[in-house]
């Protein structure tokens, strides 16, 4: 299966259906970003601390894997060069929706999160990337070629799925059951059901990725990352989320 394909086009179809992540931000929410109030999100719900952000007027910003409309306008309204890189044609055009309706700049471009080669090293100063990398199977090129691209004291902040939750059966998470059943890294393709797998592609539903926490946090640090920071998120009403966080967000300082 041509994973970055299929997962193109599941995306582009969570757009049609309305997922939270494919609905632009408001043009009331650009106003607000124009005089410094904003809030951006790296994972579900705990908002990404504004000494993560920083002064970022002027600074070059790439929005890794993150259209919809939702964090590439906050950061042009904040002042920033923005480049929003997604995999996904409909995800890119919220973000084209918003910057004609409220004369922003963005630039949009569609590839693979792991290869950024249409960048020259050190182009940007700043890369935000909220938990996209779940649906592509290795996430260490991506850190590396995040690394490639940023200045020297460039900063990457990133959120990503704590891979607990893919060790539960999703057959029996559905029914409100926490049954160990995976084991980590994680893929769909691999260890879903046949029938499941057959029900998600039948269905168009973007297929995951359960990395292991020393690939989201030890890659970071191999491809020459320090990390300066870091939180934990989840769902209040998720039935993992009652015992332990599931989402968590790094600060990482190219030095």
């Not at 049954?179 to 890294?185: D, E, G, R, Y």
């Amino acid at each position: 299966m041509d994973i970055l394909k299929y997962n193109s086009n599941a995306w582009d179809n969570e757009v049609k259906k309305g997922n939270k992540w494919t609905m632009p931000v408001s043009s009331e929410d650009v106003d607000k970003a124009r005089n410094g109030e904003y809030k951006l999100l790296l994972t579900p719900t705990k908002l990404v601390p504004k000494e993560w952000i920083g002064n970022i007027k002027d600074k070059k910003v790439l929005c890794l894997a993150c259209g919809g409309g939702q964090q590439g306008p906050i950061f042009s309204a904040l002042g920033s060069n923005v480049t929003v890189f997604d995999n996904s044609k409909e995800q890119l055009l919220k973000d084209e929706l918003v910057s004609k309706r409220d004369n922003l700049k963005i630039d949009l471009e569609q590839g693979d999160m792991r290869d950024l080669s249409r960048f020259e090293d050190e182009s940007f100063d700043f890369i935000f990337h909220p938990v996209s990398n779940t649906f592509i199977d290795n996430i260490e090129k991506t850190w590396k070629e995040c690394y490639r691209v940023l200045t020297k004291g460039g900063v990457l902040i990133a959120g990503f799925t704590n891979p607990i939750v893919y060790i539960f059966d999703l057959y029996e998470w559905e029914k409100g059951n926490l049954a160990v059943a995976n084991t980590i890294p994680y893929s769909d393709i691999k260890q879903l059901p046949k029938e499941k797998l057959e029900e998600f592609i039948k269905n168009k539903e973007p297929l995951e990725f359960g990395h292991t926490l020393y690939s989201q946090i030890g890659g970071q640090i191999e491809a020459g990352f320090v990390i300066g920071g870091f939180y934990e998120d989840k769902i209040e009403d998720d039935i993992l989320g009652k015992y332990i966080d599931t989402y968590i967000a790094t600060k990482a300082i190219k030095l």
